[in-house]
């Protein structure tokens, strides 16, 4: 009986494997033994339905889905791999992983996903692994992640989230590794990581973060591993880390100008420190983590005078291993920070073990110690002297009595409506001043006078309309002026011929209404010119005739008629130009002929434009990487074809006549490797279809022979091109750094 019982099992499995053999679908090679099926570079544009139902294993990549649909895998339910890489996917639909109980791993890396829905992952219960990186993710809605309770490894690196909202990760009951790497956060929600209990490690390395997230952090209770690299966090401030598990932090490639000696007393397990590449010149002897045993410290310019051997004291007693190079004083420069001995740390002619006399010295009675640590009332500042700290104390004058150390001054969210003269006696090396949100409405001449190492000055949110000749008298190192959201209707004529060094200025968000010649008089050296979101409707053809090292200007929000063509003249590095949001309604031949040599980037999406001459783009070609054209009015564009180098390319929200005057574009988009977008607006019988899809084009004379012999579409349509009149061409671009635009 046993023998009759094992003789029809395995004729049972030699049915299934013989009928699983038959179903599969002729672009894909089936593997019936281990159950694999692999249908790579298919240029499938749907999911094949005759998949074998055993297939535990399904590989798709390099194919053409654009959507997912609602159960499209509801007929191989014993599915535990599937991978749709690099398939062009821009949606997923509600239930399209319905059926998939089975699931542990789902890879949708480079794709074209923008946005990820409440119910777009639903039915994926055992789901292990989920790889969302290298899409164009701008937001998750709350509980799109609800269901995914098994779900140990989370990637959403290299996307378009800006802001993290409270609980968007909630349901994520046992996730090991959440990496957001390479995204553009700069703000996050305080409870954004609350409900991650097993959280081990974190990577929000690349991103915007001007801060660190403390708040959100301390939800962390179990992670391990934190990565902050390659964010602008300029100063970490008293109990910043607070997190009792974190044993390895990344803070390298930051802009790290001081860190506050009892930053990490929060966090008592921290083991390894990486500080790699930042703006440290010294540190403090670090309170609260016994536990630390390396510190990075390379690339940082170290001076390994008398004010370092507190902390070369403290590693020395706590056996904590540094790596660290002196960048000064110039007898020591190159030398390891752990070899040196106190003697040879001096300050001046003095060894540590020797005071230099002040000058002037502290009044009488007063102790030499508390002479040195001065800090103003109201005011915070860390014991190295390198950061003083204002914020938010609803000061009506500037505070005096700083450390001549300071290095960053933060100011912020105060009431000073003036800066006065000589408002900063002393700090002659002073980098970075924070005056945001002050209701400042004036900043006298001399303001400024005697910061001589000034590198970044934030201005922003305030109420200034005007600025004085000499406002940045005193500042010659100034390399980033920050003057967004504040009451201009003009650019300040001739202040900026005191700042030399300026590198980005940033004059978005006013309401300048023209550019005129001479208004930037100065900025020889201005690498990045920000007027986003002011009311300029002219610019003169000279107006940026002295920003000759120019490589980026936003002009987007504006009020402008047309491409400024006269006024990009004599800008022989541009590299990136946004005018999106204009109301520019056509185009003119050579509209970027002055940039074309140059020019990577080209915004051009959200104007309404309605014509562009054929000649428009004359002189682009293989250096544009970036063209962005959604949401304007024209119904056809020009031939693009010696656009060789694109990266991206947007075409969304056009409504294109779709007759053999497009048919040039319908092929050449159909030999791209790029998400398009491009959509048929009319006739009537193609309104919605996809250009790159559309067969209304196989009507148009030369089709036919084109397909059978390859000729090229020029020749090929030579006969259909309509007349000179009739023509209507038009093409636009927007680029991104990535790039950060």
């Known amino acids: 009986m046993w023998l009759s019982l094992g003789i029809l099992l395995l004729t049972a499995m030699l049915v299934l494997r013989e009928t699983a053999a038959n179903r599969c679908p002729p672009a894909c090679v089936c593997d019936n033994i281990r159950t694999h099926v692999l249908c790579l570079n298919r240029n499938l544009t749907g999911i094949p339905s005759t998949i074998p139902q055993i297939t535990k294993k399904l590989d798709l990549r390099g194919n053409s889905f654009k959507v997912i649909p609602a159960g499209a895998f509801l007929n191989i339910p014993y599915l535990t791999h599937l991978n749709l890489q690099h398939c062009k996917v821009e949606s997923i639909k509600e239930g399209a992983f319905r059926g998939l109980g089975r699931l542990v791993y789902l890879n949708l890396a480079s794709n074209s996903i923008a946005f990820i829905y409440q119910e777009s992952l639903d039915g994926l219960s055992s789901l292990q692994q989920l790889i969302l990186e290298k899409n164009r993710i701008e937001e998750i809605q709350l509980g799109a992640f609800s269901q995914l309770g098994f779900l140990n490894f989370l990637n959403l690196g290299e996307n378009a989230l800006v802001y993290l909202p409270d609980m968007v990760f909630q349901g994520l009951q046992v996730i090991k590794w959440l990496r957001l ?68 932090l990344f803070l390298d490639n930051a802009a790290l100008q001081d860190i506050s000696h009892e930053a990490f007393v929060k966090s008592p397990q921290l083991r390894m420190l990486d500080l790699r590449n930042n703006q440290l010149q010294g540190l403090q002897p670090l309170a609260g983590p016994g536990s630390v045993a390396k510190i990075r410290l390379a ?160 201005l922003s949110d305030n109420n200034l ?50 550019l005129s010649e001479g208004d930037l008089a100065g900025l020889e050296k201005l690498r990045w010119l920000y007027l986003t979101g002011n009311a300029i409707s002219s610019i003169s053809p000279a107006a940026l005739s002295h920003t000759k090292m120019l490589e980026k200007l936003y002009l987007d929000e504006n009020r402008l008629g047309e491409v400024p063509t006269g006024s990009l003249r004599g800008l022989p590095a541009l590299s990136e130009l946004k005018l999106s949001k204009n109301p520019i309604k056509s185009m003119g031949i050579g509209a970027f002929l002055p940039v074309a040599s140059t020019l990577q980037h080209l915004y051009l999406d959200n104007m309404g434009l309605e014509q562009i001459s054929s000649g428009a783009f004359a002189g682009l070609g293989p250096k544009i990487k970036s063209l962005y054209l959604e949401n304007n009015k024209m119904s056809h564009i020009p031939d693009m074809h010696s656009f060789t180098g694109l990266e991206i390319l ?39 279809q996809k250009v790159k899809f559309s067969t209304i084009f196989q009507t148009c004379p030369g089709w036919g022979r084109d397909k059978a012999t390859g000729a090229s579409p020029d020749k090929a349509t030579a006969a259909s091109k309509p007349s000179k009149q009739k023509r209507l061409g038009k093409s636009s671009a927007r680029g991104s750094k990535k790039s950060k635009a």
């Open 181 to 248: 790497s390479h995204n553009a956060l700069h703000v996050l929600g305080n409870e954004a990581f609350a409900g991650l209990p097993t959280l081990r490690r974190l990577s929000l390395d690349h991103n915007e973060l001007q801060a660190l997230p403390s708040e959100a952090l301390s939800r962390l209770s179990g992670t391990t591993r934190l990565d902050l690299g390659h964010n602008p966090i300029t100063y970490i401030t008293e109990e910043a880390i607070d997190m009792a598990s974190l044993k390895h």
């Open 299 to 458: 690339g940082n310019p170290l001076l390994c005078s008398c004010h370092l051997c507190p902390f070369r004291e403290w590693m020395r007693r706590a056996r904590v291993h540094v790596e660290a190079v002196c960048a000064g004083p110039p007898a020591l420069r190159g030398q390891q920070l752990e070899l040196l001995r106190p003697l040879d740390m001096r300050c001046g002619d003095h060894p540590i073990g020797a005071q230099p006399s002040p000058s002037p010295g502290p009044p009488a009675g007063q102790p030499k110690k508390a002479a040195r640590r001065k800090c103003p009332e109201n005011c915070a500042c860390s014991l190295d002297f390198q950061h003083g700290n204002c914020e938010n104390r609803n000061l009506r004058e500037i505070p005096q009595g700083f450390s001549s150390n300071t290095q960053l001054l933060d100011l912020r969210r105060n009431n000073f409506r003036a800066v006065p003269r000589g408002s900063f006696p002393g700090l002659k090396g002073l980098v970075s001043l924070h005056l945001q949100s002050c209701k400042i409405a004036m900043l006298q001449p001399g303001a400024l006078q005697g910061l001589e190492k000034l590198v970044y000055l934030y």
């Open 465 to 514: 309309s005007a600025l004085e000749a000499a406002a940045f008298d005193g500042v010659p190192q100034l390399a980033y002026l920050y003057l967004d959201h504040n009451s201009f209707t003009r650019v300040p004529r001739g202040t900026f011929r005191l700042l030399p060094s300026l590198f980005s200025l940033h004059l978005q968000h006013n309401a300048i209404g023209q």
């Open 650 to 688: 947007n075409l969304r929200d056009i409504p294109f006549h779709c007759d053999c005057q497009l048919l040039p574009l319908h092929r050449w988009i159909d030999k791209l490797n790029l998400r398009v977008g491009a959509t048929c607006g009319s006739p009537a019988k193609a309104r919605g």
